[in-house]
């Protein structure tokens, strides 16, 4: 399947037809039903002691497998169709990397009762990323770093999008509107019609909406891919799952995703060079770094802003009153998704709490000039949607001013 990089830039969305090959569909339906009927059995058994039987399936206005969680050999198919070439190969092809790897596999799902539309958003968070205009840019100027997909496994138009949002913020209108009637059609909005077995993939900063969360039967696949050794720093960049699943995998497919955690790890390890090259002030070892992290020239500030926000995580994570908080607490204090926490706490070990405080005052300028900037636009950032006025990188601060700064 041939796709086009610049149709992803220029829309945002690429509609594809038939990305699971018809005499696929109907054994993926059954293994993924399968996969359904054991996550519910072990939602049943996580229930809290105020929720019904089910326990999310019931509760949930659109219950989230996260399908290689519950996979076994008979269902491998399912996370084996994640490495296909209709899906890794062509977000592969889009994020024009030279690798790729998934980052989510999950399975959206109808609810037990009708909890009707969601609300209009972009999947990513300028206050806790970096500023909006900043992660757009980045994309429209190199590539994108990551891409989602939703590949029904039955006729499904629930999703919505905005073509091209994601070339610039919210119009006043738009914000206007998220602000105060997020759940109802949107000027501009269309809905992404797929017939089973389509895809449509996507940058998750296009403003998008589950327009109807309803009893009818959704089994829609969801994905995410990040490139590895592309021109941008991803920002989505961690997996959302571990190597145990692959025991039930073919050797072949186990083998794919053990090398794409060895990617991961070696950027890891790219990252904390990085870093000590930032705590000993060492201009040429950074930008080394740097340069390997974002090979494109342009918009390389962006990812400078991503590696001071881990740098912050890690700080918190070394905090000695954190590290004696429950894993719950653990994870919101860093506002992590449960299924790739580990990975922070995994990078965090690298560094001792007296590096970590030291790499931050390193970032500390940088941290201040993106604060003062969040503060004048947005003063009430408990809201995601004016989260989203957080637009301006901060003015005249380049990757020089950057190291500059680390003498202040
Ligand atoms: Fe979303």
């Known amino acids: 399947m041939k796709v086009n990089p610049q149709q992803l830039l220029d829309d945002g969305y690429i509609i594809l037809r038939q990305v699971i090959p018809p005499k696929q569909l109907d054994e993926l339906r059954d293994s993924f039903e399968v996969l359904v009927e054991r996550q519910k059995t072990v939602w049943a058994r996580e229930r809290k002691p105020d929720d019904p039987p089910g326990g999310a399936w019931e509760t949930s206005a659109q219950p989230r497998v996260f399908f290689d969680e519950v996979v076994n050999e008979e269902t491998a198919n399912a996370v084996e169709f994640c490495l296909h070439e209709n899906t890794l190969g062509v977000s592969q092809q889009l994020m024009r990397a030279p690798e790729a790897a998934p980052t989510l596999m999950a399975l959206m799902c109808s609810p037990v009762r009708d909890h009707g539309p969601a609300s209009w958003h972009r999947d990513i968070d300028p206050v ?37 949002s994601h070339r610039r913020p919210n119009t006043p209108a738009e914000q206007h509107h998220l602000l105060t009637d997020a759940r109802a059609p949107i000027p501009g909005g269309i809905p992404v019609e797929l017939s089973a077995g389509d895809g449509v993939v996507y940058t998750h900063v296009l403003l998008h909406w589950g327009s109807n969360y309803s009893t009818r039967l959704r089994r829609t696949i969801h994905l995410g891919y990040r490139a590895f050794g592309g021109d941008v720093y991803p920002m989505g960049d961690h997996f959302y799952w571990n190597l145990g699943f692959t025991k039930h995998l073919s050797q072949r497919s186990r083998a794919r995703f053990e090398h ?26 950074f930008l080394n770094g740097l340069v390997k992290l974002h090979p494109g020239t342009e918009e390389r500030m962006v990812c400078v802003v991503y590696l001071s926000k881990l740098a912050d995580k890690t700080r918190t994570l070394k905090n000695p009153d954190i590290i004696n908080l429950s894993l719950e607490e653990r994870i919101d204090a860093i506002s992590a998704h449960r299924l790739s926490f580990y990975l922070f706490e995994d990078f965090a070990r690298r560094f001792s709490v007296k590096e970590a405080h030291l790499l931050c005052e390193r970032f500390s300028t940088l941290f201040e000039k993106v604060e003062t900037e969040r503060v004048q636009s947005v003063p009430d950032a408990t809201s995601r949607v004016r989260r989203y006025q957080l637009t301006q990188m901060p003015a005249n601060f380049d990757v020089e001013d950057f190291i500059h700064s680390w003498d202040a």
């Open 128 to 164: 806790g990323q970096a500023p909006l205009r900043g992660m757009q840019m980045d994309i429209l100027k190199n590539a994108s770093g990551y891409v989602q997909w939703n590949i029904p496994l039955y006729d499904d138009r629930v999703f919505w999008i905005v073509p091209k």
């Open 260 to 285: 794409f955690f060895q990617l991961h790890q070696q950027q890891c390890d790219l990252i904390e060079s990085t870093f000590r090259a930032i705590l000993n002030r060492d201009a040429d070892g």
